[in-house]
């Protein structure tokens, strides 16, 4: 097995709705806001090489939209899915595999693209398997009012349409490889994946810990559904994750690419920040 980062693109989004009830003057600290009140944010995915699989984590937003909609966000820097690949020797054709931690259009809009003659969408990995799990689509097929603009139809109902869509079973391992856990706080069943390679376990945090700055236990975002769910659900992590050394691969901060916690006085915090290939040459 072999495991890679892939930058797709940065983007931002407003402090204050990242941080929820947290005040801009200790979130700042570590997250500094533009003058616009905007921080900087990464969509980095994860590659899987793994016997004949090649599995690619998230998928970033895409770029399908309109310039409008990606005017919203602040879209910066010069990473690009395919740059990335390409990077490394691969081809969007060569992925076996496309996981999908939840369905938001910033984890998933790269997963479709316009057809040929710009008359419909397909799917931009023509040779993937699509996983999800049916809790979750069905969440967001059925999007709730507060969700609702995250959950774009044309990101989400063309992957079912394409038959490439695929539900994990109780044993995701089976499935795709690797160990999942569920979260609830931030949408219904976000996936987790929990990866063993070279003696490590590293775990894709998606957007349970979006950055270093949410580490502490309040510092949770405006955009959870069930906020006091997530702050339970990060307490949990978090002390399993410094009992057992984890290494966290953050998707969206765009300082910081892997992380450990450790126990403190003050509760679980930052121990070491990494880049990945630091770790694994």
Same mark, same amino acid.
């Given at each position: ?7 797709? @693109? ?9 941080? @929820? ?6 979130? *700042? ?18 590659? #899987? =090489? ?12 895409? %770029?399908? *939209? ?6 919203? /966000? ?9 740059? +990335? ?14 996981? $999908? !931690? ?6 998933? @809009? ?23 799990? +049916? ?8 999007? %709730?009012?507060? =969700? ?15 038959? *490439? ?24 069943? *976000? ?5 063993? /390679?070279?003696?490590?376990? #590293? ?5 349970? $810990? ?8 309040? /510092? ?7 906020? $006091? ?5 990060? =307490?949990?992590? $978090? ?7 984890? &290494? ?11 992380? !450990? ?8 915090? &930052? ?6 290939? =630091?770790?694994? %040459?």
């Amino acid at each position: 097995m072999r495991i890679y980062p892939i930058e797709t @693109g940065n983007f931002k989004l407003d402090g204050g709705a990242m941080f @929820g009830v947290v005040p801009k003057s200790l979130w *700042q600290r570590t997250n500094p806001a533009d003058v616009n009140n905007m921080i900087d944010m990464s969509m980095r995915c994860l590659l #899987i =090489e793994d016997g004949d699989r090649l599995t690619l984590i998230d998928t970033g937003i895409g %770029n399908k *939209q309109s310039d409008k909609f990606y005017g919203y /966000y602040y879209l910066f820097g010069d990473f690009s899915l395919d740059k +990335s690949l390409a990077e490394l020797g691969f081809h969007r054709d060569d992925i076996t595999d496309v996981f $999908l !931690t939840h369905l938001h259009f910033d984890h998933c @809009g790269g997963a479709i693209q316009w057809n040929k003659d710009k008359t419909g969408f397909e799917p931009a990995f023509k040779n993937a398997k699509f996983w999800s799990n +049916s809790r979750h689509w069905d969440w967001a097929v059925n999007p %709730n009012p507060r =969700e609702k603009a995250s959950f774009l139809s044309e990101n989400i109902l063309p992957i079912e349409e394409s038959g *490439q869509l695929n539900f994990l079973h109780l044993n995701a391992k089976d499935d795709v490889g690797f160990d999942v856990l569920f979260k609830d706080g931030h949408t219904e069943k *976000q996936m987790l994946p929990k990866i063993q /390679y070279k003696g490590k376990t #590293i775990v894709f945090m998606a957007d349970l $810990l979006p950055t270093v700055g949410h580490i502490p236990l309040p /510092y949770v975002m405006g955009y959870d559904t069930r906020p $006091l769910l997530t702050l339970k659900e990060k =307490e949990a992590f $978090l002390t399993e994750a410094a009992d057992n050394e984890y &290494l966290l691969f953050l998707e969206h901060d765009a300082h910081n690419e892997v992380i !450990t916690v450790k126990h403190t006085e003050k509760g679980v915090r &930052l121990n070491e920040t990494y880049k990945f290939r =630091e770790i694994f %040459n």
